[in-house]
Each structure stands twice: as structure tokens, then as C-alpha cells.
């Protein structure tokens, strides 16, 4: 069973940076991706970014653009989420996963291995 170790969130006051963390150990990613999602209380998780894995491309939601930035490491299988221009309404339970097949960001069902989330308040 693989399990997905996330680490990085925090508090960190608007304007600030955070940078999450989220190794794999075990996972053959081929041209899986590896995508980023939160969730705020009383809202539907919704995805944030991700990357494709072999190749490197990368996909933002429109709100992130700009001030997200996702990458991966293959050496060591961990993939980053870095946060820059944080804004209160990030606040939020950030969670990485990882496909089981390549699919579109979009498609959840393909999104096999969760981990267990990290919290990331911005205050105003």
C-alpha cells in the first residue's frame, strides 16, 4: 500500500511563503501525475496544480497562477508545492495524490494514493 508523507504547512501571515512537500516512496510515476488539492471548511476539495511527472509539464487552477509553483524531484521520488503571495482565502487542508493511471488533473477517480493532508492558515 502506498503511502503518501506530506509535510510544510503552517501559519504564515498574508503576503508570506510556504513550501509543501510530499514524498512517494514505492511510486512508478511514468506519465502519472502527481497534483495538489485543498480543502477550506464547509468546501468541496478542489485541485490546485499538478505535474506530469516523465515530462515535467505543469498545470495551475486560475487562482494559484502566478504565485503557486509545483515541481518534483525524481531522485527522491517528492514532489513540492511552493506557496508565494499567500492570501487568506488559501487557508486551507492541502493535499497531495498521485494517479493510479495517467488521466486528465481533473479526473479523481485516477487519483489512487492520498496523503494525509497539512493545514496552511494565512492570516490577514
Known amino acids: 500500500q502506498v503511502q503518501l508523507v506530506e509535510s510544510g504547512g503552517g501559519l504564515v501571515q498574508a503576503g508570506g511563503s510556504l513550501r509543501l512537500s510530499c514524498a512517494a516512496p514505492?511510486?512508478?510515476?511514468?506519465?502519472?501525475?502527481m497534483a495538489w488539492f485543498r480543502q477550506a471548511p464547509g468546501k468541496e476539495r478542489e485541485f490546485v496544480a499538478g505535474i506530469r511527472w516523465s515530462s515535467g509539464s505543469t498545470y495551475y487552477e486560475d487562482s494559484v497562477k502566478g504565485r503557486f509553483t509545483i515541481s518534483r524531484d525524481n531522485a527522491k521520488n517528492t514532489g513540492y508545492l511552493q506557496m508565494d503571495s499567500l492570501k487568506p482565502e488559501d487557508t486551507a487542508v492541502y493535499y497531495c495524490?498521485?494517479?493510479?493511471?495517467?488521466?486528465?488533473?481533473?479526473?479523481?477517480?485516477?487519483?489512487?494514493?492520498w496523503g494525509q493532508g497539512t493545514q496552511v492558515t494565512v492570516s490577514s
Open positions: 514505492g511510486v512508478t510515476f511514468n506519465n502519472k501525475a
Open positions: 495524490a498521485v494517479q493510479s493511471y495517467s488521466s486528465s488533473y481533473y479526473d479523481r477517480a485516477s487519483y489512487n494514493y
